[in-house]
């Protein structure tokens, strides 16, 4: 991965700018194709690699977590939940939620401030 340069002029972590990030990755991965649960490993990890390199680019002084699940539609539901004890103020979280016809993906990001 690329060295990061840290910024100290933003504090607290911005969602709507990690959710472009992330969902420009989906649309590049996944935009234009159907499911194909063959593809489904390679898919996931090129998700979470690219938003996670992406996302460090940035030049936050955070900690990320990215996690990607993705699905076949078929009509079942799928529901998740997440839990954080931390300090609100500096980290933060989103959810990005994509589909087509034949697929949902969800992918969550974890920022974690880097207190020096």
Known sequence: MEEYQPHHDEIGFNADEAHNIV???IDAILGGVDYNQNNVNQWTAA???????????????????????VMQKSGSGLHTASSCFWDTTSDGTCTIRWENQTMNCIVNVFAIAIIL
């Open 23 to 25: 969902k420009e990755c």
């Open 47 to 69: 998700i979470v690699e690219q938003s996670l390199t992406h996302l460090v680019k940035l030049g936050k002084t955070y900690k990320y977590i990215v996690t990607c699940a």
